[in-house]
């Protein structure tokens, strides 16, 4: 018999968040790893992978057929969600793309703002954008979880339709934290970020354009709250 293949921790991670017993849409599928894993475990009970060229896609369907699972995996070629139904996904997945291009995938249907669905979404740049984008568009983000691969920080985030209080700039940087919140990278994530944000003031220093003034005072104000947050956690969890 042969032995199920594992997932890259990022991946695992999104699977771990996905709830038994739903029907999920992997956007973006690339290899069709996440809906094939899940089907294996019987986490859920039918996919939809999606995949805007054919070379991945050709690639979910092979693996498909290679562990028996073709006949529960619906395979298209289209951009995002425009050729998945609602009816089709309780759960939405999308990783590996960065945070634009995933808020600009919800953005383009009407029916992601509808309740009974869910969403987990790993962006690998542009956190802030979907944050954003989320905070702005009547979506209620309901956890994050930090993930490491390599020596890189992941973003994993579930978020579903819903009322949630407005994010400050500095919340739209690093996400919202609270005392009860158990995220042992947390720490290290406020770290990276603050000091990321250093070295964009370091650069938009360096011109005289009056946009990038004006950019660079924004900067120092996520700064001044992103350090206060740091501070903040730390006294919560020493």
Known sequence: MRRP???SPRLQTVAELVPAGTRLADVG??????PVWLLQQEIVEQAVASDLRPGPLGR?????EKWGLSDRISFRLCDGLSEISPEEAEVVTIAGMGGETIASILAAVPWTGQPGHRYILQAMSGMDGLRRYLSESGFSILRELL???????????LAEPGNMAPLSEGEIWVGRQNSDMESPLRGRYLAQEIEKLRRAIDGLAKTQKPEEAEKR?????ILLEVEKMREEWRQWHG
């Not at 005072?217 to 104000?221: I, N």
């Open 29 to 34: 599928t690339d290899h069709g790893r996440l």
């Open 5 to 7: 293949f594992s997932l």
């Open 217 to 221: 005072r924004a900067y120092e104000a």
């Open 60 to 64: 979910a369907r092979a693996l498909a």
């Open 147 to 157: 993930v490491p691969e390599g020596e890189t920080l992941y973003i994993v985030l």
